[in-house]
């Protein structure tokens, strides 16, 4: 009964260049609204990592968008949480892998 949340990028895209984009969208369901307060992010590892805090500078009521995300090398997963005004939660899973460019390689 939550928001809807989107993985637009990376998307259906698992394999991506630092800096990338990383677009999320939020929608909620008619006659709601996101609750911007509920929003939490989790970087998924041995240990937990909460992110909530590195993204809330690109985190608007239709989601989150960055065009330059410096990210590190590897395989990374990502839960996202939100709420909307009735208390309805949608927790959203999404992995990817950062690989260097081909330029970043031919540079070292």
């Not at 999320?24 to 996101?34: D, Q, R």
């Not at 590892?45 to 809330?56: E, M, P, S, Y």
Request: proline content about 7%.
């Amino acid at each position: 009964d939550g928001p809807t949340v989107e993985i637009r990028a990376p998307g259906e895209i698992k394999e991506v260049t630092a800096p990338a984009t990383v677009d999320v969208a939020f929608e909620p369901k008619e006659g709601h609204t996101i609750d911007m307060h509920t929003f939490k992010a989790t970087y998924m590892a041995l240990f937990d990592v909460d992110i909530t805090g590195r993204l809330k500078p690109f985190l608007t009521a239709s989601g989150i968008h960055s065009d330059n995300a410096p990210l590190p090398p590897g395989d990374h997963t990502i839960e996202i949480e939100v709420k909307d005004d009735a208390g309805h939660k949608t927790v959203e899973h999404f992995s990817f892998k950062v690989v260097k460019s081909a330029s970043a390689a031919e540079s070292h």
